[in-house]
């Protein structure tokens, strides 16, 4: 049976799966010829990333696919209840990039509380002519310990955060319409566990408690903070989108920074991708990355590794 990774797969996820008796494709199809060439090649099981979409045409007339497979967390860009209507095996690998994307939002955070984004484009360009003026600019930093996390969402990535958060030494208060509680247990290097139960909250006491806030929720017909949400925050609050791009109402996100509501921002993810506004890639207050959120070596061996076990389990 071939296996077409069409948006790529590790390889311990190829080795695992040729192990097992399957032929991988790793060529990226164009989507408008996708279609043509599951059916030539007789493709058993697609598998995408983000970038493919898998609509109820590829499932309509493509019989031989029996699983569809998403890397990653969000499956939006695949018709799952229609595909699994049709028999279809459709998996996912919720666990596997958690931390990944938890470390990715800490990493824009420091950077942040320090103006690292600022200053590592400032310094090569006037750090040996104006080093004492970018020194004042940037004297103004802040910790993170002792400081609140505000986390929307609370499933596996959004946990995943708070154990980073909880690492550093700060505060945290969750919000999750689907969820009352979290048991949290962090694991040290010499095998010592902490436990810690997180009750969640409204959304508007989150948002008035946050120092910091990060999202870790699915792509909605609605904007998650928007206008509304952001009067409701502390003034001088920074924030992390790295869910999904739409959750985050830009515009607003823009007026709120140059209010003073928002002191500064990190986006992994954005309304128009793969062309984000230039008005956000130029803005000094944000931070920003090519929605690379589960973008590591550890994290995409995971995935290959949990969509080939899972393949094996179903097929063989």
């Known amino acids: 049976m071939k296996v077409l990774a069409n948006d790529g797969v590790s390889q311990s996820g190829i080795d695992a799966l040729e192990a097992a008796g399957f032929e991988v494709l790793t060529t990226t199809v164009a989507q408008e010829q996708l279609e043509n060439y599951i059916n030539d090649k007789n493709i058993s099981v697609l598998l995408v990333r983000s970038a493919t979409q898998v609509r109820k045409n590829i499932i309509d007339n493509c019989p031989s696919l029996k699983i569809i497979g998403r890397g990653g967390v969000g499956m939006d860009n695949i018709d799952v209840d229609y595909a699994r209507e049709k028999g279809l095996h459709v998996i996912n690998t919720p666990a596997a990039s958690s931390h990944s994307v938890a470390e990715l939002v800490f990493g824009h955070f420091y ?6 984004h600022n200053s590592n484009r400032d310094m090569p360009l006037e750090g040996d002519t104006n080093f004492k003026k970018l020194k004042k600019s940037y004297a103004k930093g802040t910790e993170l310990k002792g400081k609140t996390l505000g986390v929307l969402g609370f499933g596996r990535i959004g946990q995943a955060t708070a154990k980073v958060a909880i690492g550093a030494g700060m505060k945290v208060v969750a919000y999750d ?32 408690q946050a120092d910091f806030l990060t999202l870790h929720v699915p792509a909605q017909k609605d904007y998650v903070i928007d206008e509304k949400e952001f009067s409701q925050m502390k003034d001088g609050v920074i924030i992390a989108n790295a869910a999904r791009g739409g959750v985050v109402n830009e ?21 128009k991708e793969p062309q984000p506004e230039m008005g956000l890639l130029m803005n000094p207050a944000l931070s920003l990355t090519p929605h690379t959120g589960a973008a590591t070596n550890e994290a995409q061996d995971r995935i290959g590794e949990e969509l080939a076990s899972q393949i094996i389990s179903i097929l063989k």
């Open 177 to 208: 319409p689907y969820m009352e509680a979290a048991d949290l247990e962090l694991e040290f290097f010499d095998g010592q566990k902490v436990n810690f139960n997180i009750k969640t909250e409204s959304k508007e006491s989150v948002l008035k």
């Open 111 to 116: 950077g942040l509380a320090r103006f690292l």
């Open 251 to 271: 515009l607003a996100l823009v007026k709120a920074i140059e209010s003073g509501k928002v002191a500064r921002a990190a986006l992994d993810v954005f309304e």
